[in-house]
T-cell receptor
Framework: DVKVTQSSRYLVKRTGEKVFLECVQD?????MFWYRQDPGLGLRLIYF???????EKGDIPEGYSVSREKKERFSLILESASTNQTSMYLC????????????????FGDGTRLSIL | KQEVTQIPAALSVPEGENLVLNCSFT??????LQWFRQDPGKGLTSLLL?????REQTSGRLNASLDKSSGRSTLYIAASQPGDSATYLC???????????FGKGTRLSVIA
């Protein structure tokens, strides 16, 4: 089974801090994704990566950056945390199969519930 | 811009009932449609992926159908069980290399 592991289930940080969220997948997937999930707003894509050192902005990249130095690891960075970044953060990965990476199911981690005080 | 809607937002049924969850999308030019399950405080689990050329997919007690021309998909759950209680989300990628657009989900409660 595919396993996507997020480093923390719960995290509390202070405004202005630099925050790192880590995600590791063990199935050699090319593609990795970071989402945030908020009540009433659903899942929104922050950034995704289709290869090592490659990244693409999603719908809400402002205030975030990402790093993918190794294929199995995708990091989300909050450069200067703010209270409106309090949310559930979900990491996912997928293969690139026939027809492209959108044609493969995404496998999700259990999420990191981040609180910014 | 593609929009995905799931109605109702919440549904409560007695154990054993067959039920249907609905998903609609505004642009019929989709590549596939995916159904996910999310348990409280957890990530998403992929349930079914229907290719745009297919009409339905089945996995155990789950059957998902797709009608591209009308912009609709349904997830049919047979003989519901309390363990089916979760939020069910549908999502579509507009093309083979574009991100998924998610609906906001239907929260299902199956009462024993």
């Amino acid at each position: 089974d595919v396993k996507v592991t997020q480093s923390s289930r719960y995290l509390v940080k202070r405004t202005g801090e630099k925050v790192f969220l880590e995600c590791v997948q063990d199935m050699d997937h090319e593609n990795m994704f970071w989402y945030r999930q908020d009540p009433g707003l659903g899942l929104r894509l922050i950034y995704f990566s289709y290869d090592v050192k490659m990244k693409e902005k999603g719908d809400i990249p402002e205030g975030y950056s990402v790093s993918r130095e190794k294929k199995e690891r995708f990091s989300l960075i909050l450069e200067s945390a703010s209270t409106n970044q309090t949310s559930m953060y979900l990491c996912a990965s997928s293969l690139t199969g026939t027809g492209g990476w959108g044609n493969q199911p995404q496998h999700f981690g259990d999420g990191t519930r981040l609180s910014i005080l | 811009k593609q929009e995905v809607t799931q109605i109702p937002a919440a549904l409560s049924v007695p154990e054993g009932e067959n039920l249907v969850l609905n998903c609609s999308f505004t642009d019929s030019a989709i590549y596939n449609l995916q159904w996910f399950r999310q348990d409280p405080g957890k990530g998403l689990t992929s349930l079914l992926l229907i290719q745009s050329s297919q009409r339905e997919q089945t996995s155990g007690r789950l059957n998902a159908s797709l009608d591209k021309s009308s912009g609709r998909s349904t997830l049919y759950i047979a003989a519901s069980q309390p363990g089916d209680s979760a939020t069910y989300l549908c999502a579509v990628p507009p093309s083979g290399n574009t991100p998924l657009v998610f609906g906001k989900g239907t929260r299902l409660s199956v009462i024993a």
